[in-house]
């Protein structure tokens, strides 16, 4: 199993390229510049001409030297989210955006040299809607598709595992929490010791249910809840296609976590083993040797310091003003 990081592959290929056509450039001055004895256009046009054509046979020699993948490996690390925060803190833990993974793998199914996909995953969970897209977009690989977890792989991170055609893990990972939560803050005191009240301009019943100014009203609370249900009822039905579980077996679990041995006894979990042990159970899957390269997003200078400008904003601004504003949040 060889495993080459994909910048590394493409730095090499590309040094070597160039080295064929600095080649063919020293070439071509040799013949018709230093040969000749003077600089003429026409032997300058030679030597550039020579240069093209080291550049052209660098390439698949280029090739020949990086070694060849078939296998794609994606990581879904931290915390899951839209945009890969962890939250409005500076320096606190961040975790890959979703819509990057769900890039990455995407790329891995229209290259020809992939076979199949290896999904890291090494998550507590996160936001509903970023982690189904990740699963989808496991679930639209055409090809073995095989997820193994390091650590832990906890409600939305298994999630995404049931699109996957099998889960390993070590025999210590956490595995599991197959639950939805979701919390408000009650600020009702604090804001009577501030001397503060609620006033309710609002169009629609249920429009400001969970606000944290005010107590909830059983009615918003039943609703509230219901919202909660509603997911969870989708989550089990995911887990129940996708592991070819009962849903009674999945809600007996009770959104409990396991550690990797409990959790292959209950049939959350296909094997146990480390990544090398899941790499060579592709390679007996494909029947060929395998090797892998690490699928990671590409963004020019320009795109990561605007991302790296937004996310401050975010933390220092927005994302503060949005813990308050947001009376309810529901994640995995």
């Known amino acids: 199993m060889v495993e080459v990081d994909s910048r590394e592959r493409a730095l090499g290929h590309l040094a070597v390229v160039l080295v064929g056509a600095l080649v063919g450039l020293v070439v071509g001055w040799l013949?018709?510049?230093?040969w000749i004895g003077e600089y003429t256009i026409l032997g300058a046009l030679l030597m550039l001409l020579a240069g093209l054509v080291g550049l052209r046979l660098a390439g698949p020699v280029a090739s020949r030297l990086q070694p060849r993948y078939n296998v794609a490996e994606v990581a879904v690390e931290g915390?899951?989210?839209r945009n890969g925060g962890g939250g409005p803190v500076p320096g606190g833990v961040r975790g890959t955006p979703a819509d990057d993974v769900v890039e990455q793998i995407e790329a891995a199914d229209a290259d020809d040299n992939v076979d199949a996909l290896l999904v890291k995953l090494n998550t507590p969970g996160g936001e509903v809607v970023p982690s189904d897209d990740i699963r989808n977009a496991a679930l639209a690989f055409e090809g073995p598709t095989v997820a193994y977890t390091t650590d832990t792989c906890a409600s939305g991170g298994y999630w995404i595992a049931s699109g996957c055609d099998e889960l390993w893990a070590r025999d210590t990972s956490i595995v599991g929490s197959?639950?939805?939560i979701g919390s408000r803050v009650n600020a009702t005191d604090l804001a009577d010791q501030l001397g503060l009240s609620y006033e309710r301009f609002a169009a629609g019943k249920y429009k400001d249910a969970g606000t944290a100014l005010r107590?909830?009203?059983?009615e918003e609370r039943e609703y509230l809840q219901g919202i909660i249900d509603d997911?969870?009822?989708h989550f089990v039905e995911r887990v129940a296609q996708g592991r070819g579980m009962a849903p009674g077996d999945i809600r007996q679990t009770e959104a409990r976590v396991y550690i990797g041995e409990r959790a292959y006894d209950l049939g959350l979990v296909d094997a146990l083993g480390t990544r090398d042990d899941a790499l060579?159970?592709?390679e007996e899957i494909l029947g060929a040797a395998v090797s892998a390269v690490e699928f990671r997003p590409s963004r020019s200078p320009m795109q990561r310091l605007s991302r790296g400008a937004s996310r401050t904003a975010y933390a220092f601004g927005a994302g503060i003003a949005s813990r308050?504003?947001?009376?309810l949040s529901i994640r995995l």
């Open 280 to 282: 060579d159970h592709v």
């Open 215 to 218: 107590e909830l009203e059983p």
């Open 324 to 327: 308050v504003d947001d009376d």
């Open 178 to 180: 197959i639950g939805v």
């Open 31 to 34: 013949l018709f510049v230093e």
């Open 231 to 233: 997911y969870y009822q």
């Open 79 to 81: 915390p899951i989210t």
